[in-house]
C-alpha cells in the first residue's frame, strides 16, 4: 500500500490514480450488496399478500417473459429495494442504485413509479389516482404505465410461477459489475 494522503488538499495525481483503480475493482463486487438488499427484503411484508423479494422478483419474471429487455427486467426486479431503507422515498432510493446501470428512460421508469401505481390505489388515500398525468409527454411515460399496469401491480400474487432469485443472480451480478459512469 502507498503511503496516501490524509487531507484532501495535500493529494497527488498518482494516489487519485490509485484510489480510482481500486475503486473500479470493488465496484466490481457491487452486485452483492444489491443481491443482499433484496434478500433483506424477504423479511418486510407489511400486510401485502406477498414478501417484498416475492413482489419484487414477481414483477421482473412478469417483465421478463413479456420480453423486456435487460435494463427493464434488472430495474423491475430492484424497483421496491429501497423499501429496504425507508418506504415513503424508496422510488428515488431505488432509481438512485440503478441509475448508473441502466438508460435514462428506465431510471424514469423507477424514479416516478409510485405516481404510475397511483392509478390502481391512490384513491384508498383521497389522492389523484392519475397523478401520472404530469409525465404525459415524456419519453418515458408508455414504459412507465406498462411497468406499471402490466408488471407491478399485478405481482402480489402467491400462486403466481415465480422465478427465484437465483434465477436473476448471475444478471444482478454481470449490471453491477459495470457502471455506465463512475
Ligand atoms: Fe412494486
Redesign the pocket.
Known amino acids: 500500500m502507498t503511503q496516501t494522503f490524509t487531507r484532501m488538499d495535500e493529494s497527488t495525481q498518482e494516489q487519485w490514480a490509485q484510489i480510482g483503480a481500486e475503486t473500479v475493482k470493488r465496484q466490481e463486487h457491487g452486485g452483492e450488496l444489491v443481491l443482499a438488499m433484496l434478500r433483506s427484503l424477504a423479511r418486510i411484508t407489511d400486510g401485502f399478500a406477498t414478501d417484498q423479494l416475492t413482489?419484487c422478483l414477481q414483477?421482473a419474471t412478469r417483465a421478463e417473459r413479456a420480453g423486456a429487455d435487460r435494463d427493464v427486467v434488472i430495474a423491475a426486479l430492484c424497483?421496491?429495494i429501497g423499501k429496504a431503507v425507508s418506504v415513503p422515498n424508496h422510488p428515488a432510493i431505488a432509481a438512485e442504485i440503478l441509475k448508473p446501470y441502466v438508460r435514462d428512460e428506465v431510471y424514469w421508469m423507477i424514479r416516478v413509479h409510485q405516481d404510475f401505481q397511483g392509478r390502481h390505489y391512490y384513491h384508498h388515500f383521497g389522492q389523484d389516482p392519475e397523478a401520472r398525468e404530469k409525465y404525459r409527454g415524456e419519453p418515458w411515460f408508455d414504459l412507465a404505465a406498462k411497468f406499471a399496469d402490466e408488471w407491478?401491480q399485478l405481482s402480489f400474487d402467491p400462486d403466481y410461477d415465480t422465478e427465484p432469485l437465483e434465477h436473476f443472480e448471475p444478471l444482478v451480478n454481470e449490471v453491477f459489475a459495470q457502471p455506465h459512469m463512475m
Open positions: 413482489h414483477t424497483h421496491d407491478d
